[in-house]
C-alpha cells in the first residue's frame, strides 16, 4: 500500500475524496481501470457484426464510449444479461463470443490522465476478493476468455505464465493470481487498500473542519478498520460519491435448524479441505453430508470424490427441476457438473448405489442436527430418516454482507420489505448509471445489482464510471 493511501487512512482532515469504492473483486479493479482515466474508443478500422450498434458507433467517430449516450448505443441488444449496458460493454470486448466466434474486441484504449478521477479501492482481501478464499485447483464456471478484464486477455496472460486453459476454462488459483497481476500491470496498486473491513457508511452534512470540505453539502463517512500485523487502526473517510462493489461471498445462507451451530457443521468448502488436510475426515470415516444442489454443492462432492471420502448429498429439488443450474449448462462444456448431476440422478438412498460411496437424497427437508452427529431428515411421505455422519457442508448460497449500511442494506433493495439478495431482491439501481434510485452518490454494481458473472460486471462499471466523469465535469472547481 502506498504512502499516499496510508495518509487517506489516517488523516481525518483531508478532503472528501470524489469516490470510494467498497470491493476489491473484478468489479471494482475494472471501475478503477476506468477512473484512472483508461478510455475505451472504438477502433477507426473495427467493423461490429451488430449492424445497428455498427451504425451507431459511426455516428460519433473520435468520441470515447464513455462520452457517448449508454442508453442509445445499448438499446435493442440481447443476450444472457438483464443489463443493458452489461450487454453493450460485453458487445464491445467480446463482438460473436455468443455465436462460438473469437472476434477480437473492437475498443482501443487511451490512457487519459487528465480524465483520471482520484478514489480508493478498500477490500477485506487482496485485489481479486473472494476469488482469493476459492479452493485453488476449482475449475471455474464461466470459459477462461470471459474471466477477463479489459485490455489483457487471459488467454494471453496465461500464455506468458506458461498455464493453459482446461476445456476452455480457468482454475480460481489462475483467475486470482491473473486480477493480483492486472492491478498491478495497469498501475493501480496506489489506488487499492487490502485489510480494510467497512463497518459504517453514513450520510450528512459534516462538521467543516473534520473533513476539509470547502462547503457544507452532504457527504459519505466511511468507517472501519485496517488490519496489519494482528493490530487494528481504525480510519474514517470523507467522500461525495460510493461505490458498492463488495459480491455475495460474505455471509453464507443457513437452513435455520436446531443443532446448526454445533462444531461438525460447516458452510464453506474449505472446512472439507481442511479437515481433509489434517486427517479428521479419510475414506473410513462416516459420509461427509453435503446439503444443496447448486454448483458449490457439486465442487463439494467432487473435492469428496477425489479423496474417496464418502458423501451424503441431500437437496429439496427433484432431481430434474428445471431451476437446478445443472439442466442448464452445456454438457460438453461442464463434464464434471453433469457427471455429479448424472449421480444424483442415478443415486438414491432407497437403491443400490452405482456409485461406490455416494448416496443422493432428492426432495428429503433437513430437521434438526444432533450432538453426536447425526442428521434427522424427513421424506416426502413425511418418514423421518437418521444418518451419522462425520462432517456436514450446508451449501446452499450466500448473501451479502452489508451490515454496514442502514438497515443492512434492504432500504436500497427493490422491494425493501424483503432482505437483500443478488438474484431475488437486489439494489435498486438506474440500469445506465448503476446509481441508487433511493440514493443519490451511492452506487451499486457487480452481484448487488444483480449482475452475476464477471463478463457482465464490466457493463456495471462502464456506467458507473461514465456517471462519475459527468459529475466530477460539472463540479465547480
Known amino acids: 500500500m502506498s504512502s499516499s493511501r496510508k495518509d487517506h487512512l489516517g488523516a481525518s482532515s483531508s478532503e472528501p475524496l470524489p469516490v470510494i469504492i467498497v470491493g476489491n473483486g473484478p468489479s471494482g479493479i475494472c471501475l478503477s481501470y476506468l477512473l484512472s482515466g483508461y478510455t475505451p474508443y472504438m477502433k477507426p478500422d473495427a467493423v461490429h457484426p451488430h449492424p445497428l450498434l455498427q451504425r451507431k458507433l459511426t ?67 487482496l485485489p481479486g476478493g473472494a476469488w482469493h478464499s476459492i479452493e485453488g485447483s476449482m475449475v471455474t464456471l464461466s470459459q477462461g476468455q470471459w474471466m477477463g478484464l479489459p485490455d489483457l486477455e487471459v488467454k494471453d496472460w496465461m500464455q506468458k505464465k506458461r498455464r493453459g486453459l482446461r476445456n476452455s476454462r480457468a482454475t480460481a ?23 480494510a473491513v467497512v463497518t459504517a457508511v453514513e450520510w450528512g452534512t459534516p462538521d467543516p473542519s473534520s473533513c476539509g470540505a470547502q462547503d457544507s453539502s452532504p457527504l459519505f463517512q466511511v468507517s472501519g478498520f485496517l488490519t496489519r500485523n494482528q493490530a487494528q487502526q481504525p480510519f474514517s473517510l470523507w467522500a461525495r460519491n460510493v461505490v458498492l462493489a463488495t459480491g455475495t461471498f460474505d455471509s453464507p445462507a443457513r437452513l435455520g435448524i436446531p443443532g446448526e451451530a454445533l462444531p461438525f457443521i460447516h458452510h464453506e468448502l474449505s472446512a472439507l479441505e481442511a479437515a481433509t488436510r489434517v486427517g479428521a475426515v479419510t475414506p473410513a470415516s462416516d459420509p461427509v453430508l453435503i446439503i444443496g444442489a447448486g454448483l458449490s454443492a457439486a465442487d463439494a462432492v467432487l473435492y469428496a470424490r477425489h479423496y474417496n471420502i464418502p458423501v451424503i448429498h441431500a437437496f429439496r429439488r427433484a432431481v430434474d427441476d428445471p431451476g437446478l443450474v445443472f439442466n442448464q449448462l452445456p454438457k460438453m462444456l461442464y463434464p464434471e457438473y453433469h457427471k455429479v448431476h448424472q449421480m444424483m440422478r442415478e443415486q438414491s438412498i432407497l437403491s443400490p448405489s452405482p456409485y461406490e460411496g455416494y448416496r443422493s437424497l432428492p426432495r428429503h427437508q433437513l430437521l434438526c442436527f444432533k450432538e453426536d452427529c447425526q442428521a434427522v431428515f424427513q421424506d416426502l411421505e413425511g418418514v423421518e430418516k437418521v444418518f451419522g455422519v462425520s462432517l456436514v457442508l450446508v451449501l446452499i448460497g450466500s448473501h451479502p454482507d452489508l451490515s454496514f449500511l442502514p438497515g443492512a442494506g434492504a432500504d436500497f433493495a427493490v422491494d425493501p420489505d424483503q432482505p437483500l439478495s443478488a438474484k431475488r431482491n437486489p439494489i435498486d439501481v438506474d440500469p445506465f448509471t ?24 464490466q457493463g456495471g462499471a462502464l456506467a458507473v464510471a461514465s456517471s462519475l466523469l459527468r459529475k466530477e465535469t460539472r463540479k465547480p472547481p
Open 59 to 125: 455516428e460519433a467517430p473520435g468520441v470515447s464510449i464513455l462520452d457517448q449516450d449508454l442508453d442509445y448505443l445499448s438499446e435493442g441488444l440481447e443476450g444472457r444479461s438483464q443489463s443493458p449496458v452489461a450487454l453493450l460493454f460485453d458487445a464491445l470486448l467480446r463482438p460473436d463470443t455468443d455465436f462460438g466466434g473469437n472476434m477480437k474486441s473492437v475498443l482501443t484504449w487511451k490512457h487519459r490522465k487528465e480524465h483520471a478521477i482520484p478514489h480508493v479501492v478498500l477490500g477485506r482481501n
Open 173 to 195: 488459483g489462475d483467475i486470482a493470481h491473473y486480477y493480483r497481476d492486472y492491478v498491478v500491470k495497469k498501475g493501480l496498486g496506489h489506488n487499492f487498500v487490502s485489510g
Open 434 to 457: 448503476y446509481q441508487s434510485t433511493r440514493q443519490e452518490g451511492l452506487y451499486a454494481m457487480g452481484p448487488l445489482a444483480g449482475d452475476n458473472f464477471v463478463r457482465f460486471v
